[in-house]
C-alpha cells in the first residue's frame, strides 16, 4: 500500500490560498480544548469546567508561538539570516515539544487568573494534546514531513524528489513515520481516558506525568528512524534529547504524585 500526499493546498479564495496543515492544526487545538473540557466536566464534577473554554485562547496562542519560536531555535543558523521569516507561519515550521512547554506555562498563568487547579488542568490537557497530536501528525502527511528511513515495504510512503534529503535522493519511498507517531499517539490517548476516569480525581498529577512518560518513549522510538530532523546532536536527533528530559519529568512527576497521595491518605487515616 502506497500512501502519497495529494498536495498542501487544501482550495484557494480568490488568491488565498488555503492550506491542509492549517485546517488540520485548526481542528487540532479545537479537538484538545473540547476533550479537556469535557473531561474536567466528568472527572472533578466542577461547575468551573466552562473556564476552560476562557482558558483555551491563552494556552492555544501560547502553544503555537513556543511551537514556532522552538523551531526557529533549532533551525537557527537559517533563521539568524532570515530572522522576519520567523513571523511567516504559513511557511510552516512548528515544532511539538516548544508547543508542550509553552502551554504548560500558559496552563499555570491560566490556573493563577481563573483560581483552577494547576494539576487538573495539566491532566486534562494532556489527554486532550495526545489527541490532538494524533490528528495533527496527518498535517505532515500533506506536507510531505516527518517520514523516516527509505523503505519499499508493505505500507510505504511516497515523497516527492523536491522533498527528499539530497542523501536520499535515489528512494522513491520511506517509511510513513508520521502515521507511526500518529497510531500510537491515539493509543495514548486511550490508555490516559482510561487513567483519568479511574483515578483522575483522587490523584492529580498522574495522567500527566503518563503522558510524559509514554508520549516520550513513543516519539523517542519514531525519531529513531526519521531522516527529516531538525537538529543533531551527536549521534541523536534534538527530539529524542528532548524526549529524554521529558521522559525524566515524567517519572519524578509520577513518584511525587504517588507519593503525596499516600501521605495524604495517610494524613486522613
Not at 493563577?112 to 495526545?130: E, I, M, P
Not at 479511574?198 to 529513531?224: M, N, Q
Amino acid at each position: 500500500m502506497i500512501l502519497q500526499s495529494p498536495g498542501e493546498v487544501a482550495f484557494k479564495i480568490f488568491d488565498f490560498t488555503v492550506y491542509f496543515y492549517g485546517i488540520i492544526l485548526a481542528f487540532a487545538c479545537l479537538l484538545a480544548v473540547y476533550a479537556a473540557k469535557q473531561l474536567y466536566c466528568l472527572v472533578y464534577k466542577d461547575r468551573k469546567a466552562n473556564l476552560i473554554w476562557d482558558v483555551a485562547p491563552i494556552v492555544v496562542i501560547s502553544g503555537i508561538i513556543g511551537a514556532r519560536l522552538y523551531y526557529c531555535l533549532v533551525n537557527f543558523d537559517y533563521y539568524a539570516v532570515h530572522p522576519l521569516e520567523i513571523f511567516y507561519l504559513r511557511g510552516g515550521g512548528l515544532s511539538v515539544h516548544g508547543g508542550i512547554i509553552a502551554g504548560i506555562i500558559a496552563l499555570w498563568i491560566s490556573s493563577k487568573k481563573y483560581k483552577l487547579s494547576f494539576l487538573r488542568l495539566l491532566d486534562v490537557f494532556a489527554v486532550g494534546t495526545v489527541l490532538a497530536q494524533s490528528f495533527g501528525r496527518w498535517g505532515n502527511f500533506f506536507n510531505n514531513e516527518a517520514f523516516g528511513l527509505p523503505y519499499d515495504g508493505f505500507l510505504k510512503l511516497f515523497i516527492p524528489v523536491s522533498q527528499r534529503p539530497i542523501e536520499f535522493i535515489q528512494y522513491s519511498y520511506f517509511h510513513p513515520a508520521f502515521l507511526y507517531e500518529s497510531v500510537l499517539d491515539f493509543c495514548i490517548f486511550v490508555i490516559l481516558i482510561f487513567i483519568i476516569k479511574k483515578f483522575g480525581a483522587k490523584v492529580e498529577g498522574l495522567t500527566l506525568s503518563l503522558y510524559f512518560i509514554f508520549y516520550s518513549i513513543a516519539r523517542f522510538a519514531v525519531e529513531s528512524i526519521r531522516i527529516d530532523s531538525a537538529l543533531d546532536v551527536g549521534n541523536f536527533h534534538i527530539a529524542q534529547l528532548v524526549s529524554i528530559a521529558l521522559l525524566a519529568a515524567g517519572i519524578i512527576t509520577f513518584v511525587y504524585v504517588l507519593l503525596k497521595y499516600k501521605f495524604s491518605k495517610t494524613c486522613n487515616n
